[in-house]
């Protein structure tokens, strides 16, 4: 498939991760953040602002306008990630790491771990659970502590060692960020820094690092700024869009 973005070691791909998978290959780390199967057609918009167990109104009006009201059935949805995840580890290198930032939810009043997901990843090995603090909460009214933290699952693909900078080691496994301003017109942004603190620490100069969805191309502008190849695949186009204008602008220090 022809790339829409290709530049100096970064690619986008529109399209469905499933479809593209198979034709690349030689990932060393693969950073992502898939669709939380928890917002938009979920929440009711109301003319008041409020909804449901949150109360930000104009966002969720966001998430339904930006194709992220994802309502999938749960078993379907879980089905799914794994099916990509297989297809990630045959994408990569002996070893690879990846590196999977999801949420805890409620369904039914029982909660969802992200790792109830990742443990039916065939191939890949847990290594760690790092949990994102994003300093702030916007659920007050769901009959628990507000949550304010998501999780990144750290794997290792199953028939390798996987690399480990030590320098990194300093960073703990709590990471402390706030989620960045609503500048690139994606609904859930990550900041640059996530990205950029699994890279550094997994990989070396040159790899290759995949984003299979790349949103608003966060994980690619972190892999350029620290000197590595990117492959994202989006399959949302005004996404690619923004990821492809935010590439082409100058590498910035982290």
Not at 135 to 164: H, T, Y
Request: net charge negative; aromatic share 10%.
């Amino acid at each position: 498939m022809t790339p829409y973005y290709e530049h100096a070691g970064i690619t986008i791909y529109h399209g469905d991760c499933r479809e593209l998978l198979p034709t690349i290959s030689g990932v060393n780390c693969t950073v992502t953040s898939p669709p939380y199967n928890t917002l938009g057609a979920r929440v009711p918009i109301k003319p008041s602002g409020g909804f449901g167990s949150q109360r930000l109104g104009g966002w969720v009006k966001n998430l339904h306008r930006d194709g992220y009201a994802d309502d999938m059935d749960e078993t379907a949805y879980a089905e799914w990630q794994a099916a990509i995840a297989v297809l990630v580890r045959e994408s990569s290198v002996p070893g690879a790491s990846f590196f999977y930032n999801h949420k805890q939810r409620s369904r039914n009043g029982r909660t969802i771990h992200p790792i109830q997901i990742t443990d039916t990843f065939k191939g890949w090995t847990l290594r760690q659970e790092l949990v994102w603090d994003r300093g702030g909460a916007v659920q007050f009214n769901a009959r628990m502590f507000a949550p304010c933290d998501e999780r990144i699952v750290w794997m290792f693909r199953d028939d390798g060692e996987f690399i480990w900078n030590q320098e990194y080691a300093v960073d703990l496994s709590i990471w402390r960020m706030s989620p960045p301003k609503d500048e690139t017109g994606h609904p859930c942004p990550y900041p640059e820094t996530l990205p950029a603190r699994c890279i550094g620490a997994t990989t070396a100069p040159g790899d290759l690092i995949l984003d299979v969805f790349a949103g608003a191309g966060t994980t690619l502008l972190a892999s350029k700024n620290l000197g590595r190849k990117a492959i994202g695949i989006e399959i949302e186009e005004r996404y690619c869009e923004i990821a492809a204008k935010r590439l082409s602008q100058e590498v910035l220090a982290l």
